[in-house]
């Protein structure tokens, strides 16, 4: 197995910090977990699936993975999805982390991930003993063909930058990768919290035709539902790429709890809530874009998911500091890459009255 890199979150230690030292408390806009409750409906979903003294099923139950395509048609517009080709995961890092090893991938062969990109993806690719390529999410296309990478990441909306793809930029992709006989997984878990632009899953037809060989995307409710703490999402496409993912997750016992089934059942069938979440975060997002712009921050992308991809045009670590002293955690760009070096992250997962604290620190420079 590859060296893993340095936990990032580690070197934002000395930041946090002094960010909680100021005398109103510190605003972690750092990182994008949920602060809000999970819905009643889905907790007492929860409790009712308590008694579960058997083992479960690792493919989920039926009425889930009819719960999840039923979301797809409904929310995405999304069509040719059986409920077989649906398998719940403990929580999509896991995902993303173990993937190219349940796929086979090792020495010698090629992850391709987006310039900036959420770490996980280049941790899955050295966990598997592979390399990884890096492409401007515009070029992936032509990775493709150069390289030939036995799998590539997409990721759109974009952690950290808010970027979304248009329905030809995934196309180009599936069209070189089919050529070339990569797998394109998608990770679609900021896709309903579109602001300024209409995200399209990779799954949808005027992306992938009548066809999803060689297509994966991967779905969390931890943003859309509020259950990052209940570790629930699902993978699904390719019916064939999926059986095998199956087949190995059953030798290897990775189980979805019972109860935690049958509330991402609920979840995913209840759009009521969702509503109702994305109005909160797209209240704090007006009252931090605006506080940012008139700080001198600029804010590139961000047209869609959980985050502000900020600027002032200077190292990202100055500008932690100097959001930090005046009592605010953001997470650096270089995080996600060298290409966001000169970016920070912030995210809109607090409180209405730690985001009105943060813009009233802003306001004051």
């Known amino acids: ?76 517009g999304v069509t040719g999805v059986t409920p077989t080709a649906v398998l719940p995961v403990i929580g999509t890092k896991e995902l993303v982390a173990w993937l190219p090893t349940l796929l086979g991938l090792g020495p010698g062969d090629h992850v391709a991930i987006p310039s900036v990109a959420y770490p996980t993806y280049d941790v899955g690719a050295r966990i598997a003993g592979a390399d990884t390529l890096v492409a401007a999410p515009e070029a992936a296309a032509d990775l493709i063909r150069a390289r030939r990478p036995k799998l590539i990441w997409l990721n759109s909306p974009a952690n950290p930058n808010g970027r979304v793809a248009s329905a030809a930029e995934l196309r180009a992709v599936v069209t070189a990768a089919r050529e070339s006989g990569t797998i394109v997984v998608s990770d679609e878990c900021y896709i309903e919290l579109a602001w300024d632009a209409e995200p399209v899953s990779l799954l949808h037809p005027d992306v992938s035709g009548v066809s999803h060989e060689g297509l994966l995307a991967v779905h969390s409710l931890s943003k859309r539902s509020n259950l990052a703490g209940y570790r629930a999402g699902f993978i699904t496409g390719d019916p064939a790429v999926v059986a095998d993912l199956l087949e190995v997750r059953k030798h290897a016992g990775l189980i979805m709890p019972q109860p935690v089934q049958d509330a991402m059942t609920v979840a995913l069938s209840d759009d009521t809530h969702a509503a109702e979440q994305k109005e909160r975060y797209r209240r704090r997002r007006e009252v931090l874009r605006d506080a940012l712009g008139r700080a001198g921050f600029r804010i590139d992308h961000s047209e869609a998911g959980l985050y502000l991809w900020s600027s002032r045009d200077e190292d990202c670590w100055t500008t932690v500091e100097w959001l930090s002293e005046r009592g605010i955690l953001v997470a650096p760009g270089d995080f996600y890459g060298e290409a966001g070096a000169r970016h920070v992250r912030v995210a809109l997962t607090a409180s209405d009255e730690r985001v009105a604290a943060a813009a009233a620190r802003l306001a004051a420079f």
């Open 1 to 76: 197995m590859r060296k893993l890199p340095d936990f990032p979150w580690d070197r934002l230690a000395p930041a946090k910090a002094r960010a909680g030292q100021h005398p109103g408390g510190i605003v972690d806009l750092s990182v994008g977990t949920p602060v809000d409750p999970v819905p009643a409906v889905i907790q007492d979903a929860l409790r009712a699936g308590s008694n579960a003294p058997g083992y479960p099923l690792t493919h989920g139950t039926p009425a889930l993975r009819e719960a999840a395509v039923g979301w797809m048609t409904r929310r995405l």
